[in-house]
């Protein structure tokens, strides 16, 4: 069973929409949220005032869709932010994530390790568009150090999610809690199309080796009709001989919404996903609901 974690989340000026600093119970972590035009109040702030990584999070102009994201590694937060905010290229940013130590243990070597870590897993996963220009520093570090930085960017990745940026949501699935038991998993199998998914808190998980239907049908919603062109375009997906097949494990809010999206028109999710034994999603959920009374 996983353990709880606590997170303590401070509003700096009482308002949930200005500055908010966030952390994890027993980690010398800490993060700080600040929208930009409040960036500038920040100067003495002691979390700014030391190394480490950050992120510049804000939407593309021509399409405001498309959130765009660069991220970053200082010796000293606040004074490289601040070059960040006379340059044209990222006059995007909205939103500024850093993150340092509470202690003096993090040197530039460790955020160099971070910022290389952090760029490889989201330019291969994440559904942000970075606008990196290049995969970070290659950093040797001790094993010892490098398990401390991992441990880092494990508690990073909890934390960017409950600031409303979950920048690595499509790799987490090692951290999902499925609520099937862990060998059984859910298929949808319509043709020549097959999925397989598993139960997650948040959702489904349709998982990596799964098929999709090459065209859609003209009934299927636009907002289905989005989400597969995303996954298309944004390389989730490639062709097959068969349809599109999933290159990555990848979750849906709902088995409608993941049953639509890999068939091309609207379906019953809880009727349409069925275990090995042939029982629907819907059946499942009846005989947990049944053992509970």
């Known amino acids: 069973m996983s353990r709880g974690i606590t997170i303590t989340n401070y509003l700096v000026n009482g308002n949930p929409e200005g500055i908010t600093m966030s952390y994890v119970s027993n ?15 920040t100067k ?9 990584i950050y992120y510049l999070i804000g939407q593309k102009d021509e399409n405001p869709d498309e959130i765009l994201v660069y991220v970053g590694e200082a010796n000293h937060l606040f004074d490289r932010i601040k070059q960040h905010m006379k340059d044209t290229d990222k006059s995007f940013c909205e939103l500024i994530i850093a993150f340092s130590s509470k202690d003096d243990n993090m040197t530039v070597s460790h955020t160099k ?3 290389s870590k952090i760029l490889t897993e ?16 290659r950093i040797s570090l001790p094993k010892m150090v490098r398990d ?11 934390l960017l999610p409950t600031m409303g940026y979950d920048l690595f949501k499509p790799i987490m699935k090692e951290q999902k809690q499925s609520l099937t038991s862990k060998e059984e998993k859910l298929i949808l199998e ?5 999925a397989q998914a598993k139960l997650i808190t948040n959702g489904l998980l349709v998982l990596k080796g799964s098929l999709m239907k090459t065209l859609p049908t003209p009934a299927l919603a636009p907002t289905y009709l989005k989400i597969r062109n995303d996954l298309v375009q944004k390389g989730y997906v490639r062709e097959s001989t068969i349809g599109l097949e999933f290159l990555q494990d990848y979750e849906f809010p709902s088995p409608s919404q993941a049953g639509a999206v890999i068939l091309g028109y609207s379906v019953n999710g809880r009727v349409a996903w069925k275990n090995s034994k042939g029982k629907t999603l819907k059946e499942i959920e009846e005989e947990k609901i049944d053992h509970s009374i």
Do not use: C, H
């Open 44 to 52: 003495e702030f002691e979390e700014l005032n030391k190394p480490g």
């Open 27 to 41: 980690w010398t972590g800490q993060a700080i949220k600040i929208p930009r035009n409040a960036f500038f109040d």
């Open 122 to 137: 989201i330019f291969e996963k994440s559904g942000y568009k970075i606008i990196n220009k290049k995969d970070g520093n």
């Open 190 to 194: 319509v043709g020549d199309i097959k």
């Open 113 to 115: 390790y971070l910022e």
């Open 148 to 158: 401390e930085m991992d441990i880092y960017f494990d508690n990073m990745k909890i």
